[in-house]
């Protein structure tokens, strides 16, 4: 009568016993980085550099604004530039051709 009260009990320490030890590895794991595609890594770039197109695109829609950093995906298809108007800055995204991008 033992065995058969000893058995279940048994088990069910071991299933309490790895929940713990699965729970502390995922816990103690704080300096995890979060990966992100390499298609939206963007490299710094001068405004000076910024295609005509791009420019502009931002003096048309965004009159009055000036690009405060400026920053392209490798293959230059996409551009993420911070612009400030008056108070307020914001980040948009710009196709290589004027056209803009929601994120």
Known sequence: MKKLFLLPVLAFGLLVGTQEINAQEVASNDNTEIATPAQDKYIDLAVENL????????????????????GAKEDA?????????????????????GNWVTK
């Not at 295609?51 to 400026?70: M, N």
């Not at 108070?87 to 948009?92: A, F, G, R, Y």
């Open 51 to 70: 295609p005509q197109k791009v420019l502009d695109a931002v003096a048309k829609d965004f009159a009055g604004a000036t690009i405060e950093k400026a």
């Open 77 to 97: 298809s996409e551009f993420m530039l911070v612009l400030k108007q008056g108070e307020k800055t914001m980040e948009v995204f710009c196709d290589a051709d």
